[in-house]
């Protein structure tokens, strides 16, 4: 009991603890549906429920509020949301929020419900989930070559400048040439060079 002259009852979460003496308050928090210091009996208000009403009600009605102790909801869940109380993100949904759709290459994977993970990415999108262009791509779709990078694959340019933007179709380096040991169109074939023993070694020139 607490108060001034001890004429009001614990109401902490835990049944067998003894709250503060002077204002209720409970080291264990106050009953699910509850809130306010002293636990009175303040049933949690909008759309929380739970121990100190520090969960969200994701009800599918908006309007409804759920059950104020384990949140079930009558209206069933939120597209994004799903368990009894509605507390896990549905499937092919990540985030805090699960505000975040899953980006795997494969439609059936189910991400990371976490931080959106996936086993493996579309082509051209990259990042652990998937919600950033990959190495050589750009465009708010990731369809799109980045500079210097070129083709239906969006290769990297074989410049002799680093940085000159090769032509985005055909890779050809207009300015600068092919990059040494390079020929062809896109500068993608290896010339081979004889070595003190007059033979033609194309595997070193990989490394050029």
């Known amino acids: 009991m607490y108060g001034e002259n001890c004429?009001?009852?614990c109401r902490c979460k835990d049944q067998a603890e003894l709250c503060n003496k002077v204002t209720g308050a409970c080291v264990s928090g106050c009953p699910e549906g509850y809130t306010a210091v002293n636990c009175t009996e303040v049933p949690c208000s909008g759309q929380t429920y739970g121990s100190d009403c520090k969960m969200r009600c994701n009800c599918k009605d908006p309007e409804e509020t759920c059950d104020l102790k384990i949140g079930t909801c009558y209206s069933g869940c939120y597209k994004q949301f799903m368990g009894k109380a509605c507390?896990?993100?549905?499937?092919?949904?990540?985030?805090?929020?699960?505000?975040?759709?899953c980006k795997c290459k494969f439609k059936v994977e189910v991400c990371d419900k976490n931080d959106g993970h996936c086993s493996s990415c579309p082509f051209g999108w990259g990042g652990a989930s998937c919600?950033?262009?990959?190495?050589?791509?750009?465009?708010?779709?990731c369809t799109d070559c980045a500079d210097t990078y070129y083709g239906t694959r969006c290769s990297r340019c074989n410049c002799k400048h680093i940085d000159e933007v090769c032509d985005k179709k055909t890779g050809n380096c207009s300015e600068s040439g092919c990059r040494p040991r390079r020929t062809r169109e896109a500068c993608t074939g290896t010339i081979g060079r004889k070595e003190g023993n007059g033979l033609f070694n194309d595997a070193l020139n990989a490394f050029y």
């Open 7 to 9: 004429q009001y009852d």
């Open 87 to 101: 507390q896990w993100c549905a499937n092919f949904c990540y985030g805090d929020k699960c505000q975040h759709k």
């Open 131 to 141: 919600n950033e262009c990959a190495e050589g791509f750009t465009g708010p779709n």
